[in-house]
Protein backbone atom coordinates (compact mmCIF):
# COMPACT_ATOMS: atom_id res chain seq x y z
CA UNK A 1 0.00 0.00 0.00
CA UNK A 2 1.52 3.75 -0.77
CA UNK A 3 0.01 6.72 -0.17
CA UNK A 4 1.23 9.93 -1.19
CA UNK A 5 0.54 13.44 -0.19
CA UNK A 6 0.17 16.35 -2.33
CA UNK A 7 -1.35 19.87 -2.51
CA UNK A 8 0.90 22.11 -0.27
CA UNK A 9 2.05 25.39 -0.80
CA UNK A 10 2.22 28.99 0.96
CA UNK A 11 -0.69 30.63 1.43
CA UNK A 12 -2.13 34.27 3.10
CA UNK A 13 -4.05 33.87 6.50
CA UNK A 14 -7.90 34.08 5.73
CA UNK A 15 -6.86 31.40 2.19
CA UNK A 16 -7.83 28.44 1.36
CA UNK A 17 -6.04 25.05 0.12
CA UNK A 18 -6.71 21.53 -0.80
CA UNK A 19 -4.53 18.61 -0.02
CA UNK A 20 -4.91 15.28 -1.82
CA UNK A 21 -3.90 11.84 -0.42
CA UNK A 22 -3.78 8.99 -3.42
CA UNK A 23 -3.59 5.98 -2.96
CA UNK A 24 -2.55 2.57 -4.02
CA UNK A 25 -5.77 1.11 -3.36
CA UNK A 26 -9.45 1.71 -3.10
CA UNK A 27 -10.44 3.90 -0.36
CA UNK A 28 -13.12 1.52 0.78
CA UNK A 29 -10.27 -0.61 1.69
CA UNK A 30 -9.27 1.09 4.67
CA UNK A 31 -10.30 1.24 7.92
CA UNK A 32 -9.09 4.39 8.72
CA UNK A 33 -7.92 7.67 7.35
CA UNK A 34 -6.38 10.46 8.82
CA UNK A 35 -4.68 13.63 7.78
CA UNK A 36 -2.11 14.70 10.54
CA UNK A 37 0.46 17.62 10.75
CA UNK A 38 3.43 18.49 12.28
CA UNK A 39 5.14 21.83 13.44
CA UNK A 40 8.79 22.25 14.10
CA UNK A 41 9.17 21.49 18.00
CA UNK A 42 5.72 19.89 18.19
CA UNK A 43 4.77 16.19 18.26
CA UNK A 44 2.35 15.11 15.19
CA UNK A 45 -0.81 15.49 15.83
CA UNK A 46 -4.20 14.46 14.58
CA UNK A 47 -6.12 16.84 12.04
CA UNK A 48 -9.01 15.13 11.18
CA UNK A 49 -9.94 11.65 10.34
CA UNK A 50 -12.15 9.27 7.98
CA UNK A 51 -13.27 6.30 9.39
CA UNK A 52 -15.71 3.29 8.62
CA UNK A 53 -19.39 3.31 10.07
CA UNK A 54 -21.65 1.26 10.19
CA UNK A 55 -24.52 3.11 9.26
CA UNK A 56 -23.41 5.73 7.09
CA UNK A 57 -20.34 4.09 5.43
CA UNK A 58 -18.06 6.30 6.28
CA UNK A 59 -17.85 9.59 8.38
CA UNK A 60 -15.23 11.95 9.53
CA UNK A 61 -13.96 13.63 12.72
CA UNK A 62 -12.25 16.76 13.21
CA UNK A 63 -9.83 17.98 16.07
CA UNK A 64 -11.57 21.13 17.60
CA UNK A 65 -8.78 23.68 16.07
CA UNK A 66 -10.10 23.30 12.81
CA UNK A 67 -13.61 22.47 12.85
CA UNK A 68 -15.74 24.31 10.66
CA UNK A 69 -12.91 25.06 8.40
CA UNK A 70 -11.32 21.86 7.13
CA UNK A 71 -13.46 19.15 5.76
CA UNK A 72 -12.43 15.65 4.59
CA UNK A 73 -13.81 14.08 1.49
CA UNK A 74 -12.54 11.59 -0.60
CA UNK A 75 -12.90 9.73 -4.14
CA UNK A 76 -11.95 6.13 -5.19
CA UNK A 77 -8.08 6.24 -4.71
CA UNK A 78 -8.16 9.64 -2.90
CA UNK A 79 -9.00 11.66 0.21
CA UNK A 80 -8.63 15.20 0.12
CA UNK A 81 -8.62 18.04 3.13
CA UNK A 82 -9.67 21.02 2.01
CA UNK A 83 -8.60 23.71 4.49
CA UNK A 84 -10.36 27.04 4.68
CA UNK A 85 -9.99 30.53 6.62
CA UNK A 86 -6.15 29.37 7.73
CA UNK A 87 -4.27 30.80 9.97
CA UNK A 88 -0.50 31.17 10.64
CA UNK A 89 -0.78 28.53 13.38
CA UNK A 90 -2.10 25.38 10.81
CA UNK A 91 1.43 26.03 9.25
CA UNK A 92 3.03 23.01 9.50
CA UNK A 93 3.77 19.12 7.38
CA UNK A 94 0.60 17.72 6.30
CA UNK A 95 0.67 13.60 6.43
CA UNK A 96 -2.28 10.91 5.48
CA UNK A 97 -2.10 7.86 7.48
CA UNK A 98 -3.96 4.72 6.72
CA UNK A 99 -4.90 1.66 8.23
CA UNK A 100 -6.05 -1.18 6.82
CA UNK A 101 -5.41 -5.33 7.89
CA UNK A 102 -3.91 -3.61 11.27
CA UNK A 103 -1.44 -2.00 9.58
CA UNK A 104 -0.62 1.23 9.38
CA UNK A 105 0.40 3.48 6.17
CA UNK A 106 1.91 7.20 5.96
CA UNK A 107 2.34 9.04 3.11
CA UNK A 108 5.14 11.37 2.38
CA UNK A 109 4.63 15.31 4.19
CA UNK A 110 3.75 18.41 2.12
CA UNK A 111 4.69 21.46 3.06
CA UNK A 112 1.52 24.08 4.27
CA UNK A 113 2.67 27.51 5.16
CA UNK A 114 0.14 30.34 5.54
CA UNK A 115 1.78 34.07 6.33
CA UNK A 116 0.13 36.54 8.39
Known amino acids: VQLQASGGGLVQAGGSLRLSCAASIHIWRFDKMGWYRQSPGKQRELVGE?????????KTNYTNSVKGRFTISNAEHTMYLQMNSLKPEDTAVYYC?????????WGQGTQVTVSS
Open 50 to 58: LVADIVSGR
Open 97 to 105: LGNVSGNSY
